[in-house]
């Protein structure tokens, strides 16, 4: 494909983005840091791919598009004179060879937590998926807060290091955070962060994006007005205004990290009486290991939680929920309403089991555009959608 195309990667300064969560934030912040930095620039992530002024559509439940797609894309780009692409990069993309041949400038690693088990079998086999895309790169940047930040040190030993975190000893490491409710502010040497979204996940995401930065000469001043502008991406904690006076959010989360995350985030926003309630289920034909742990998490962190269909595909979604369901205690359980039809569960959320104040939030679809529930065909849906229906019900 690369040759078909007349080897376009060749010509590109690829900054290629992998992890288990945080991976399409990370990439887009990326984009929007050079962006702003007046770079020629495009990216291809999960939701879409942005070449000039156009967002192009890259195929349902796909982060690395096939070899013809991607090779095809990248010839778009060199034809434009782009300088940089931002490539979100998955395992499965690694494993099968579709981002073969390319060599990023940059490999960004965002963190490796319990997902695609199913696949990869073992989280070893996982882990050598992912770091397939640091053996080609000629500089690594990588949370050194990973549990696992040693073993991939040992297996790494020919790549440039770039390291950022929280509380490991780092080249990127904040002198001072504050959490606000709006936002997080944040001080690296004498410049300070203003980031428009909450959560500790995405300051981390934040971090990569700035390591990153730095290690393409970008400008700080750049990236401290780029962050103070970025708006988010489409389906992830993505706020669903209504005048009902709830706070309503879609979310991708479908790991057991990433849910944790989510829920710990929105938990924190919690004022006296506001409960949290949440809309979930897993994806059938996927990893199954991760469905108990998904459940025991939120559990644990919401007041109420319904679940439901995601992509069931040739599964029945009751044994997916009964599976979710085996993580958590008896009490835990109480808290459960299940319901298989997704656009009922997440009324019976909004119109159900919810009170001004309140806080609903929609988990493991996000951008997506489509279902599968049958295993063989994309029935069109939208979390959006069916959130803003069940807030205007009369």
């Not at 926003?269 to 108990?292: H, N």
Request: net charge positive; hydrophobic share 40%; proline share 4%.
């Amino acid at each position: 494909a690369s040759r078909l195309y007349g080897n376009p990667g060749a010509d590109l300064e690829i900054i290629g983005v992998t992890g288990t969560d945080g991976k399409t934030t990370t990439s887009t912040m990326i984009y929007h840091i050079l962006k702003t930095a007046r770079k020629k620039v495009a990216l291809i992530s999960t939701v879409d791919a942005k070449v000039g002024r156009k967002s192009i559509k890259t195929g349902f439940h796909v982060t690395s598009p096939n070899p013809f797609a991607l090779q095809a894309l990248l010839r778009r780009m060199r034809s434009q004179k782009i300088r940089y692409v931002v490539l979100e990069v998955t395992s499965h993309g690694l494993d099968q060879y579709r981002i073969y041949p390319l060599r990023p400038k940059i490999a960004v690693l965002t963190n490796v937590t319990h997902e695609h088990l199913d696949y990869h079998q073992t989280f070893a086999k996982y882990l050598g998926a992912k770091l397939k895309l640091f053996k080609k790169a000629e500089h690594a940047v990588i949370n050194k807060d990973l549990p696992i930040f040693n073993e991939i040190n040992a297996k790494l030993e020919h790549v440039m290091f770039s390291t950022y975190s929280l509380s490991a000893d780092s080249q990127i490491k904040p002198d001072s955070v504050q959490y606000l409710s709006d936002k997080t502010v944040f001080k690296l040497g004498t410049t300070t962060y203003t980031l428009p979204m909450t959560g500790q996940y995405n300051l981390y995401n934040a971090l990569a994006a700035i390591s990153t930065s730095l290690l393409l000469d970008i400008d700080p001043s750049d990236i401290r007005r780029a962050l103070a502008t970025f708006k988010g991406i489409k389906g992830r904690l993505e706020e669903i205004e209504n005048e009902r006076g709830l706070h309503t959010y879609v979310d991708f989360a479908h790991t057991p990290n990433a849910i944790e995350n989510v829920l710990t985030n929105l938990r924190a926003k919690l004022g006296s009486g506001e409960k949290l309630v949440v809309v979930f289920g897993a994806a059938g034909l996927r990893d199954a290991s991760k469905r108990p742990l998904m459940g025991k998490i939120a559990g644990e962190l919401a007041d109420k939680i319904v679940l439901t269909s995601e992509d069931p595909r040739f599964e029945d979604p009751r044994d997916i929920v009964k599976e979710i369901m085996s993580g958590m205690s008896k009490k835990q359980r109480s808290k459960v309403t299940i319901e298989i039809d997704r656009a009922k569960a997440i009324d019976i959320a909004v119109n159900q089991l919810t009170s001004k104040g309140d806080w609903v939030v929609t988990c493991g679809k996000g951008h997506e555009e489509s279902m599968n529930l049958d295993g063989l065909s994309e029935t069109p849906w939208s979390d959006h959608e069916a959130l803003f229906k069940a807030l205007n019900k009369e």
